[in-house]
């Protein structure tokens, strides 16, 4: 599966949309792109994932670049709640591999 | 909403003992995943399941885990003997087909003593 970068932390205040980046230059072409977040002593839990076109659900957005070498998360109203680690992983046919994901603290 | 159930959701035991974490999948689920997650390693995937036959379990100390599907319903992992270095939190997963999502259980905290 291709590797993926993601900043160590982020800030938001409560409101406010939280946009999470992630890199996935080496990415091929029948690999999709997974969020997950982890909500401290909660399992992993599924947020959104796509392949080309950009999505969205309930939960939050998906903005894939035409290239597919990166994309962005969008929590468009954060609330504290959404506080936790989120994970970009990128999924072809085996297993999800997580990494260090990103730090999302959401302040009032 | 269907969850993917993980028992016992604690369990402090010491060293030597046999300890065995159950999980039940999203019934329909025919993919099932074990994952361990530490402060040090983070998550990582010990052992896959589909249609209930191992698919791998390259990342699961052989000597001491086992993984099972005993049926459809039912997913085990089981440590004997149980060391002080296997204290973590055990995730189960389940899901269909590749281009759908895993969901997660909310994990065994385990505590070798």
């Known amino acids: 599966d291709a590797k993926t970068t993601q900043p160590t932390s982020m800030d938001c205040a409560e409101g406010r949309a939280a946009n999470l980046p992630c890199n996935h230059s080496t990415i091929s072409g029948n690999e999709y792109v997974y969020w997950y977040r982890q909500i401290h002593s909660q399992g992993p839990q599924y947020i959104i994932h796509?392949?080309?076109n950009n999505e969205t659900n309930e939960m939050a957005s998906l903005i894939i670049t035409e290239d597919r070498k990166s994309s962005t998360l969008i929590l468009p109203h954060a609330t504290l709640r959404d506080t936790a680690v989120y994970y970009c992983i990128v999924r072809g046919y085996s297993t999800l591999t997580f990494g260090k994901g990103t730090m999302l603290l959401v302040s009032p | 909403d269907a969850r993917v159930t993980q028992t016992p959701r604690h369990k402090v035991t010491e060293m030597g003992q046999e300890v065995t974490m159950r999980c039940q999948p999203i019934?329909?689920?025919?993919?099932v995943f074990w994952y361990r997650q530490t402060m040090m390693q983070g998550l990582e995937l010990l052992a896959y399941f589909r249609n209930r036959a191992p698919l791998d379990d390259s990342g699961m100390p052989k000597d001491r885990f086992s993984a099972e599907m005993p049926d459809a319903t039912l997913a085990t992992l089981k440590i004997q003997p149980s060391e002080p270095r296997d204290s973590a939190v055990y995730f189960c997963?389940?899901?269909?087909?590749?281009?759908?999502?895993?969901?997660f259980g909310d994990g065994t905290r385990l505590s070798i003593l």
């Open positions: 796509g392949l080309k």
């Open positions: 019934l329909g689920h025919n993919t």
């Open positions: 997963a389940s899901g269909l087909v590749r281009g759908q999502p895993q969901h």
